[in-house]
């Protein structure tokens, strides 16, 4: 069993930047890859970015290439997002899988209980 918690969200004007946090505990945090996932209001979850499970490999979603950042330190994983837009507006999970990450969010099998970030313009 794998507990994340996510922090970081918040409300931000257009242009600024945000730094997510996703803590992990339970069992061997390195032996997964992690993922974030944004929902905005009744659309389907979408991938934003993914990191393996040693850190050494990422993959993004092509509308967030060049803004948002996924990095991972011990028992945390980040999601720095800079050059925010209101279409950025939704609630960030992050999600955990065994080893090799996926842009699929049905293929998680740990998630968080999210985090809500409002991007005005």
């Known amino acids: 069993q794998v507990q994340l918690v996510e922090s970081g969200g918040g409300l931000v004007q257009a242009g600024g930047s945000l730094r997510l946090s996703c803590a992990a505990s339970?069992?061997?945090?390195?032996?997964?890859?992690m993922g974030w996932f944004r929902q905005a209001p009744g659309k389907e979850r979408e991938f934003v970015a993914a990191i393996g499970w040693s850190g050494g490999s990422t993959y993004y979603a092509d509308s967030m290439k060049g803004r948002f950042t996924i990095s991972r330190d011990k028992n945390t994983v980040y999601l720095q997002m800079n050059r925010l837009k209101p279409e950025d507006t939704a609630v960030y999970y992050c999600?955990?899988?065994?080893?090799?990450?996926?842009?699929?969010?049905?293929?998680?099998?740990?998630w968080g209980q999210g985090t809500q970030v409002t991007v005005s313009s």
């Open positions: 999600a955990a899988r065994k080893f090799v990450y996926s842009g699929d969010y049905r293929t998680y099998d740990y």
């Open positions: 339970g069992r061997t945090f390195s032996n997964y890859a």
